[in-house]
């Protein structure tokens, strides 16, 4: 299974489609967005691709109803546990609960955003991946995570 990794879009309409083409040409199976879509209008790139995505809130996410009904309830709430494809998926916009679940070796992949910072950290086969930040607002960089889980492959990609 084949995964694209977001976060910290921060309603950059521009690096969310950049991103979305990053993910076709890769031929990910689903999107994770690990928070900080901001606004509702910034889900909408979101929902008229054709591949799967799920999410989680971020602390910029202001407007969660919104967010939420926008999404059609793809994103989740606080944090996600998840299963895809026989892969367990773990899903929080913070570093420390992504963290504690990638140490418990129970999830092939552990993702968080929320630090800006871009970050693939492998052991045993299992990630613990942050996609930096899409919209590149902090670092000037605009960054998503492409993961193979199969062949336990992760890579960062630059928009």
């Keep these: 299974?084949?995964?694209?990794?977001?976060?910290?879009?921060?309603?950059?309409?521009?690096?969310?489609?950049?991103?979305?083409?990053?993910?076709?040409?890769?031929?990910?199976?689903?999107?994770?967005?690990?928070?900080?879509?901001?606004?509702?209008?910034?889900?909408g790139v979101l929902m008229v691709q054709d591949i799967p995505w799920v999410g989680v809130f971020g602390n910029n996410d202001g407007e969660v109803l919104g967010l939420y009904q926008k999404s059609e309830g793809r994103i989740k709430g606080q944090y996600l546990e998840w299963e895809k494809g026989g892969y367990r998926i773990w899903v929080s916009h913070y570093y420390h609960p992504s963290l504690q679940a990638f140490q418990t070796g129970s999830y092939h992949l552990s993702v968080y955003g929320h630090t800006h910072q871009a970050e693939i950290r492998e052991e045993k086969g299992l990630f613990l991946i942050n996609p930096g930040e899409a919209a590149g607002v902090l670092s000037g960089k605009s960054t998503v995570a492409v993961v193979e889980l199969e062949s336990k492959l992760a890579k960062m990609v630059e928009l």
């Design 1 to 43: 299974m084949r995964v694209g990794v977001l976060s910290d879009t921060h309603d950059n309409v521009q690096c969310i489609k950049k991103a979305m083409d990053v993910f076709h040409n890769s031929e990910v199976d689903v999107i994770i967005h690990a928070g900080d879509y901001v606004a509702p209008f910034s889900v």
